[in-house]
């Protein structure tokens, strides 16, 4: 924005810049083991590379990837366009002028809004499983709160949910208990990050091929060989686990979990993999493959949602029917082009932030 010349103001709630990859001990945010499952050739921006050798070559540690978060600040001084420490409370459209208003008072007016607030601070809201853990007689927790091994955690633990963060913690628990059970509804496909002769990230060409092959639907015979080939080398979906079998198949047209680590540690027996949950009795929790398991803490990892309560739509109708895919770009809305929305896009491969940078643009 600043290079078109536009006049730009970033406000941040937090004291410094980092957003979840910045580490706190308060709920959200990264873990103290988190490793980006994204390489950094696809997770840097293209105006700027990592100059500092990273702990594992290719996928940088949570501190490292924020390190280079601010020297990108620094790199092309940004820090004076942003307001730290500031909290927003309220966004509203007056006279189509944009008035932000934010914890301490301040009032920041633009003709423009773009919100790049994050999709990883509010939990999902699961009623339909928190009606079946009701009776369960020990604590829930959802993911956001947990940051390392920790006696509370180190149990029987029955943890929900397909996503990274479940196999993340799932992996670093197993290490600390041998009675981790990761239940996955509608099932999950895997990829690993790294192949072929020299063991290089995988998605410096993956994203490439797969746009090639899925690029309106031109190529199906080269999409099932692809699918072929993958399900031959590790299973169906990835991971060949029956229980986990998605009943939707979306193979290259949904999220794929790229934490494969989780899968050694089930072959090792440390890990154990279980459907969808059927219903809870006290401690006794039963699945719909007709198993049970009796369990001291559950976990769920279910997820985040894209909430703005402090942002008034300039009609009720764009609040009501808001979702980022219906967007111009996936990031202008269509009702309103003085409103933009970045980062609230997950790519199959690839990463956020590199996401966001395409949008930005």
């Known amino acids: 924005m600043l290079s078109e010349g536009l006049s730009v103001i970033a406000l941040e709630k937090e004291e410094e810049i980092g957003g979840v990859w910045r580490f706190k001990e308060s709920p959200g945010g990264v873990i103290k083991s988190t490793m980006t499952t994204s390489s950094k050739t696809v997770t840097e921006f293209s105006d700027h590379y990592f100059k500092k050798q990273t ?20 790199a092309f001084n940004l820090r004076k366009h942003i307001v730290f420490n500031s909290e927003i409370v309220k966004a509203e459209k007056i006279n189509e002028i944009w008035h932000v208003t934010d914890s301490c008072g301040r009032i920041f007016k633009g003709k423009n809004l773009v919100v790049a607030s994050g999709a990883n601070s509010l939990p999902n809201e699961t009623p339909q499983i928190d009606e079946k853990l009701k009776s369960f007689n020990g604590p829930i927790y959802h993911s956001s709160v947990y940051k390392e091994p920790k006696p509370e955690f180190c ?84 991971h060949g686990i029956e229980v986990w079998r998605s009943p939707f198949d979306p193979y290259a047209t949904s999220f794929i979990n790229k934490n494969t680590q989780v899968l050694e540690r089930i072959k090792e027996g440390f890990v154990h993999p279980k459907p969808a949950l059927e219903r809870v009795e006290g401690n006794m929790v039963y699945f719909v493959d007709g198993s049970s398991v009796e369990i001291d803490v559950i976990m769920k990892c279910t997820g985040y949602q894209s909430t703005f309560p402090w942002l008034q739509f300039p009609s009720p109708e764009m609040k009501k029917e808001f979702c980022v895919s219906k967007m111009y770009k996936m990031t202008i809305h269509p009702d309103d082009t003085s409103l933009a929305f970045i980062g609230f896009v997950r790519p199959v491969r690839g990463s956020i932030p590199s996401g966001a940078e395409m949008q930005a643009w």
């Open 55 to 74: 702990q594992e070559p290719d996928f940088p540690m949570h501190y490292e990837f924020q390190e280079y978060l601010l020297d990108y600040v620094n």
């Open 155 to 238: 149990k029987r633990l029955l943890m929900i949910g397909g996503g990274e963060s479940s196999a993340d913690i799932a992996t670093e628990l197993s290490y600390h208990t041998d009675k981790v059970y990761l239940s996955i509804s509608n099932g999950q496909w895997f990829g690993v990050r790294r192949g072929g002769p020299t063991n290089f990230p995988l998605e410096h060409f993956s994203s490439k091929l797969r746009r090639w092959i899925l690029n309106g639907d031109k190529n199906p015979e080269l999409f099932s060989e692809l699918k072929r080939h993958t399900e031959e080398e590790a299973g169906f979906h990835g």
